[in-house]
Nanobody, 115 residues
Framework: QVQLVESGGGLVQDGGSLRLSCAASGNIFSLNVMGWYRQAPGKQRELVATITNGGNTNYADSVKGRFTISRDNAKNTVVLQMNSLKPEDTAVYYC?????????WGQGTQVTVSS
């Protein structure tokens, strides 16, 4: 079992920044992929960014150049630095942890960008 605890969501103005953090605990394996997904009301959950234990990253086109994902393998944490936020970034952001075929989700944290 893996537990994911998220923090950092909130309300920010258009163009502002937020930093989301997710800490994983439990049966943590060194080889894993962590990332962030988001879901806006009435829309499907979509990938925001992922990062492997080796540091390989993947970003959605909509956030590329604005968001940066990073991780601290020693602390089993993943951070999403969100800059130049736009109202369309408003969503519930979910931390994701994947190892082998097992997938775990955080509880979600609300990010609201006002115009």
């Amino acid at each position: 079992q893996v537990q994911l605890v998220e923090s950092g969501g909130g309300l920010v103005q258009d163009g502002g920044s937020l930093r989301l953090s997710c800490a994983a605990s439990g049966n943590i394996f060194s080889l894993n992929v962590m990332g962030w997904y988001r879901q806006a009301p009435g829309k499907q959950r979509e990938l925001v960014a992922t990062i492997t234990n080796g540091g390989n990253t993947n970003y959605a086109d909509s956030v590329k150049g604005r968001f940066t994902i990073s991780r601290d393998n020693a602390k089993n944490t993943v951070v999403l630095q969100m800059n130049s936020l736009k109202p369309e970034d408003t969503a519930v952001y979910y931390c994701n942890y994947r190892v082998y075929a097992n997938v775990y989700w955080g509880q979600g944290t609300q990010v609201t960008v006002s115009s």
